[in-house]
């Protein structure tokens, strides 16, 4: 087992067992490229203070450029038998430089070290999920402007309530992503401010200049308090708070999909790319990928719970449960990511079958609030139009007809300002055309 960052106080090594249960390399390792891009600014602040030689920065430098390199190529392995990836990296420096390498630590914790590779790899991820949004951005777009006539109806209570253009009903979705990439820009301001420096949570006596170390790795500024510096992880549950309402925005999406590409609806085929059979019934088209993207919804939900619930009662400053902020974030992320990358192509290679929702829009008595509109229009008040028109309505259904085919004549004996005009005002295009225009 190799030696720890905190050998020196203990007589033994750690059991085996209980140094599986505290390792997070398993989880860490994909912080390799923030570790060392941390570590490099921490050595060039070290060695423009003074604090060690521009020879051991130099030293330094060389090294961990060497390590980054060779990990992203794949000549060098990633130990999983270290206890994180920082100890990883500081240990092969060592290895490579010698005593060089034991003073890139000199005026830091880990505490900082993790809050700041954290902050860059989130960030990082935040400019990702911004690219994905909008590329479900775009697929909506995509759609919206294939179909820009199509008429289909619009709910409430999942009823036939007014007729919208499917373009329309789509520009609905495109409004959620746009509150999305709000908040993960917001996010992400909030997130870009480095702890480097706070040390394990009072900083260190060493003259350390934090700004420059900020300014290095691109942040906006640094954290005033130092134990807030190692210990705040708002960053984490904000971040999946924003990645849980994206998972509400694709879900709604996926459940209408998932509707309207029913042998009930007809609304829109989604391809067979993106589809799947049945073991059993060959007739079978199945929305899985939109079924997958709804009940994954389910988990980011839980990494948000999972987070909240952690910090909720930790006392200031770095406690060792913070070790777990990483899987649920890193869950959340992977899992929107993921759900976005799958919902892009999903939307962009979708059919849409203005024929059917035309049908539906018919069919629903969606234009009832139109022909109300029309009597208000020749003065009548609308509770009295409503009440005609619910009528009329009613003896549609018992006619097996709608308020387009109703004879004029029943129009007439229902309230004698009805003229041959209303078959043109309750058309579903005007109806549209009076809203959407």
């Keep these: 087992m190799a030696d720890k960052l905190w050998v020196g106080r203990f007589a033994k090594q750690i059991d085996q067992a209980a140094h599986d249960f505290n390792a997070s390399i398993a989880v860490d390792s994909r912080m390799f490229r923030e570790d060392i891009t941390g570590s490099l600014a921490h050595a060039a602040m070290l060695a423009k203070q003074g604090i060690i030689t521009p020879e051991d920065g130099q030293a330094i430098a060389q090294g961990l450029g060497d390590i980054l390199a060779e990990l992203e190529s794949g000549e060098l392995q990633i130990d999983p038998t270290v206890e994180d990836i920082h100890s990883f990296i500081e240990g092969e420096l060592t290895a490579r430089i010698g005593e060089a390498g034991k003073r890139l630590h000199t005026g830091r914790s880990r505490n900082d070290q993790v809050a700041t590779d954290l902050r860059l790899y989130l960030r990082g991820q935040c400019d990702c999920l911004r690219d994905e949004v909008q590329a479900v951005f775009a697929a909506l777009q995509q759609k919206r402007e294939e179909y820009p006539?199509?008429?289909m109806p619009g709910y409430t209570h999942m009823q036939r309530a007014q007729p919208i253009l499917f373009a329309q009903h789509l520009l609905a979705y495109q409004e959620m992503l746009r509150r999305d990439l709000d908040r993960l820009a917001d996010c992400q301001r909030r997130m870009n401010v480095s702890p480097m420096g706070s040390g394990a949570l009072a900083g260190?006596?060493?003259?350390?200049?934090?700004?420059?170390?900020?300014?290095?790795?691109?942040f906006n500024g640094y954290t005033a308090s130092t134990l807030d510096g190692v210990s705040d992880r708002d960053f984490c549950m904000e971040l999946a708070a924003?990645?849980?309402?994206?998972?509400?925005?694709?879900?709604r999406l996926c459940e209408e999909l998932i509707l309207w590409c029913s042998w009930e609806f007809r609304f829109i085929e989604l391809d067979d790319a993106y589809t799947t059979g049945s073991s059993m019934m060959p007739q079978k088209k199945n929305p899985d990928l939109a079924e997958l993207i709804?009940?994954?919804?389910?988990?980011v939900f839980g990494d948000l719970t999972a987070l909240l619930t952690m910090m909720k009662g930790q006392p200031l400053a770095y406690n060792k449960d913070m070790q777990e902020d990483k899987p649920a974030i890193f869950e959340a992320v992977d899992t929107v990511r993921a759900c976005l990358q799958a919902a892009a192509p999903m939307l962009a290679t979708m059919k849409a079958k203005p024929e059917s929702m035309r049908r539906a829009a018919a069919e629903g008595f969606i234009n009832a609030t139109d022909c109300a509109d029309y009597l208000v229009a020749q003065g009548m008040p609308f509770r009295t139009a409503y009440k005609i028109v619910g009528e009329l309505v009613a003896q549609c259904i018992a006619r097996n007809c709608t308020l387009e085919t109703l004879p004029l004549a029943q129009y007439q004996a229902a309230s004698e300002l009805f003229a041959d005009d209303i078959f043109d005002f309750v058309a579903l295009e005007a109806c549209v055309n009076r809203r959407f225009s």
């Design 294 to 299: 709804r009940g994954k919804t389910g988990r």
């Design 204 to 218: 260190t006596g060493y003259a350390i200049d934090r700004t420059q170390a900020a300014q290095a790795l691109g």
């Design 242 to 251: 924003v990645l849980s309402i994206i998972m509400v925005h694709l879900s």
């Design 149 to 151: 006539e199509a008429i």
